[in-house]
C-alpha cells in the first residue's frame, strides 16, 4: 500500500516562498511520475507541476510557469514544489498525486496525499 505525507504549508505574505514536501512510503517511488495539485475554496482542484521518474521531465501551469519549481529526491523517496514569489491567488490546499505507470506526461494518477494547507496574505 503505497502512503504520501504532505508537509510544508502555512501562512506566508505575497512576494514571499514556501516549499512543500511529500514523502511516499511503498511502492518503487523511483518509478512514479509525480504531481502536485492544489484546490482553493469554492473552486475546482487544478495541476500545478508534475515530474517524470528521473527527475528529467517537468511541466507546470502557465500560472506557476516560472515561479514554482517541482523536484525529487529517489534516495529519500520524497518530492518537493519549491514556491517563491508567492501570491494570494495561490492560497489553496495543495497535493501530491502518483502515476504509479511512468507515463509522462502522466496518464492518471493513483495515489493521493491528504493535502497541506497554503495560506498567501497580501
Known amino acids: 500500500q503505497v502512503r504520501m505525507v504532505e508537509s510544508g504549508g502555512g501562512l506566508v505574505q505575497a512576494g514571499g516562498s514556501l516549499r512543500l514536501s511529500c514523502a511516499v512510503y511503498?511502492?518503487?517511488?523511483?518509478?512514479?511520475?509525480m504531481g502536485w495539485f492544489r484546490q482553493a475554496p469554492r473552486k475546482e482542484r487544478e495541476f500545478a507541476a508534475a515530474?517524470?521518474?528521473?527527475?528529467?521531465?517537468?511541466d507546470y501551469a502557465d500560472s506557476v510557469k516560472g515561479r514554482f519549481t517541482i523536484s525529487r529526491d529517489n534516495v529519500k523517496n520524497t518530492v518537493y514544489l519549491q514556491m517563491n514569489s508567492l501570491r494570494p491567488e495561490d492560497t489553496a490546499v495543495y497535493y501530491c498525486a502518483a502515476d504509479w505507470t511512468g507515463h509522462f506526461p502522466p496518464v492518471d494518477y493513483d495515489y493521493w496525499g491528504q493535502g497541506t494547507q497554503v495560506t498567501v496574505s497580501s
Open positions: 511503498g511502492g518503487p517511488f523511483s518509478s512514479y511520475t
Open positions: 515530474i517524470s521518474g528521473s527527475g528529467g521531465s517537468t
